[in-house]
T-cell receptor, first 110, second 114 residues
Framework: GQSLEQPSEVTAVEGAIVQINCTYQTSGFYGLSWYQQHDGGAPTFLSYNALDGLEETGRFSSFLSRSDSYGYLLLQELQMKDSASYFC???????????FGKGTTLSVSS | EPEVTQTPSHQVTQMGQEVILRCVPISNHLYFYWYRQILGQKVEFLVSFYNNEISEKSEIFDDQFSVERPDGSNFTLKIRSTKLEDSAMYFCASNPRDSYNEQFFGPGTRLTVL
């Protein structure tokens, strides 16, 4: 089966940089995805890494190390609107379903 | 921008009743999913659907659940004989071919079983 571990909560101030880590155990690996979910909202795709290294999308970057079964989401120049839950996810080994971690709640204060 | 839509936004039902949750995936997408999220917990996969049939399902998706694509646009989740523990947010999602990691989620239906 698959399991993902990420911190439950992270706090930061506006303008800061925060890193949300994710370690995973999977039988087969098809990449690591990151989703954002605001309170009461739907998960929204942020980023995906299939290969080792850093993927940058504006203020958000995601990193993957397949040898360490580890990835992280880096959020720069934090804004209040970044307060949300962030989930790492892997694909189910058998098909296309996503298996999510328990999520990290990010609180950004002024 | 196209989006996944879901109805109703909130459904309240009595234990033992049947409910049908409706979704309209993005029109050119081929893969459809139902996920659920119990309040404060992680998003859990229920079932995936491709080419008019179930492609995979989780242990949660037992005989109480069924899915259907009754026409070219709607995708439904039926829960027979609802239980208190079925109370959750149910999300529909879809993706086009070969984009399995970037799934597009609908706004969800909050199901409350009393």
């Amino acid at each position: 089966g698959q399991s993902l571990e990420q911190p439950s909560e992270v706090t930061a101030v506006e303008g800061a940089i925060v890193q949300i880590n994710c370690t995973y155990q999977t039988s087969g690996f098809y990449g690591l995805s990151w989703y954002q979910q605001h309170d009461g909202g739907a998960p929204t795709f942020l980023s995906y890494n299939a290969l080792d290294g850093l993927e940058e999308t504006g203020r958000f970057s995601s990193f993957l190390s397949r040898s360490d079964s580890y990835g992280y989401l880096l959020l720069q120049e934090l804004q209040m609107k970044d307060s949300a839950s962030y989930f790492c996810a892997v694909r189910d080994q058998a098909g296309t379903a996503l298996i999510f971690g328990k999520g990290t709640t990010l609180s950004v204060s002024s | 921008e196209p989006e996944v839509t879901q109805t109703p936004s909130h459904q309240v039902t009595q234990m033992g009743q049947e409910v049908i949750l409706r979704c309209v995936p993005i029109s050119n997408h081929l893969y459809f999913y139902w996920y659920r999220q119990i309040l404060g917990q992680k998003v859990e996969f229920l079932v995936s659907f491709y080419n008019n049939e179930i492609s995979e399902k989780s242990e949660i998706f037992d005989d109480q659940f069924s899915v259907e694509r009754p026409d070219g646009s709607n995708f439904t989740l039926k829960i027979r004989s609802t239980k208190l523990e079925d109370s959750a947010m149910y999300f529909c999602a879809s993706n086009p071919r070969d984009s399995y990691n970037e799934q597009f989620f609908g706004p969800g239906t909050r199901l409350t079983v009393l």
